[in-house]
Nanobody
Framework: VQLQASGGGLVQPGGSLRLSCTAS????????ISWFRQAPGKQREGVSC????????YYADSVKGRFTISRDNAMSTVYLQMDSLKPEDTAVYYC????????????????WGPGTQVTVSS
């Protein structure tokens, strides 16, 4: 299944955005879903992950307390609510299906789809 992220944009520091992740050619059922981001010149970073059935969540330290991941299985959509945004959150954000969820994050990833640009700037 290929996922597509949407909902990015330009926001001022301290503002909020909600990203959505939807599936094309399939559903999210049975997959953990992970959000990654990549800023120019920086390594790709795993931001958050949510398990399939029991909705366990993982957050990187850099976003803990500011970002919230959730999923609506009926709508086959995963969300990333981003609050108290900082300039260092500027990046292209991707959602990716994963086979496994652990307390340290997800692994064994599937296909990467298009990302969505998030720019935090005044």
């Amino acid at each position: 299944v290929q996922l597509q992220a949407s909902g990015g944009g330009l926001v001022q520091p301290g503002g909020s955005l909600r990203l959505s992740c939807t599936a094309s050619g399939g559903s999210l059922d049975g997959y953990a879903i992970s959000w990654f981001r990549q800023a120019p010149g920086k390594q790709r970073e795993g931001v958050s992950c949510i398990s399939s059935g029991d909705l366990r969540t993982y957050y990187a330290d850099s976003v803990k307390g500011r970002f919230t991941i959730s999923r609506d299985n009926a709508m086959s959509t995963v969300y990333l609510q981003m609050d108290s945004l900082k300039p260092e959150d500027t990046a292209v954000y991707y959602c990716v299906p994963a086979k496994y969820f652990t307390a340290q994050g997800c692994y064994d990833f599937g296909s990467w789809g298009p990302g969505t640009q998030v720019t935090v700037s005044s």
